[in-house]
């Protein structure tokens, strides 16, 4: 090259193609966040809504369970030793809230359970059924929504040659 010739910047280089390349304006750049705050709003309200939920299937599971817990436990216990009458007890330390567990047993004369028991469709006249409910409370009784709960119930029937649970359960058991 002589000296006497310039050398060119490439063409995309140029004062003239400078010019057509233009940056962000404010504008653009406030209408940008302003989308992404939208944006990250709505994905965090959807985590908060489901933390909730989460939250609220947690405690009624626990509630489930506790009242199962309490069901099979008054249940499995023989027939004589089912007593007539009302428990009511009182946990603090399980949920976040107090759960109350309720739990009635009664008598019912054979008309009025037969189309309930499946198990053995024809009830022999006379027999003694007992129906055991435990009812589970739970959550903020002075708040607006009031508490939450759930009924489980059991049927016990007292029948000549019937052997307990625990006895079948027993004999299943492998024998060493």
């Known amino acids: ?27 653009e750049v406030m ?8 944006t990250f709003t709505g994905i965090f309200a959807t985590y908060t809504t489901s933390m909730v939920i989460q939250n609220e299937i947690d405690e009624r599971a626990k509630a489930l369970f506790m009242a199962q817990k309490r069901l099979e436990e008054v249940a499995t216990r023989d027939y004589e030793e089912l007593e007539v009458g009302y428990d009511f007890d009182i946990y603090e330390d399980e949920m976040k809230s107090e759960l109350w567990l309720i739990t009635a047993v009664e008598t019912a004369p054979d008309e009025e359970i037969e189309n309930e028991w499946t198990r053995f469709p024809n009830a022999e006249p006379g027999a003694a059924y007992k129906i055991i409910t435990v009812q589970a409370l739970w959550g903020n009784y002075d708040q607006e929504g009031g508490m939450e709960s759930l009924n489980l119930s059991w049927i016990r029937v007292k029948r000549e040659n019937t052997v307990e649970f625990y006895e079948r359960a027993s004999s299943q058991m492998p024998q060493n």
């Open 31 to 38: 209408i940008s966040v302003i989308l992404v705050t939208i």
């Open 1 to 27: 090259m002589d000296e006497g010739t310039k050398m060119k910047p490439p063409p995309e280089f140029s004062i003239e193609s400078m010019a057509s390349i233009r940056g962000f304006s404010l504008i």
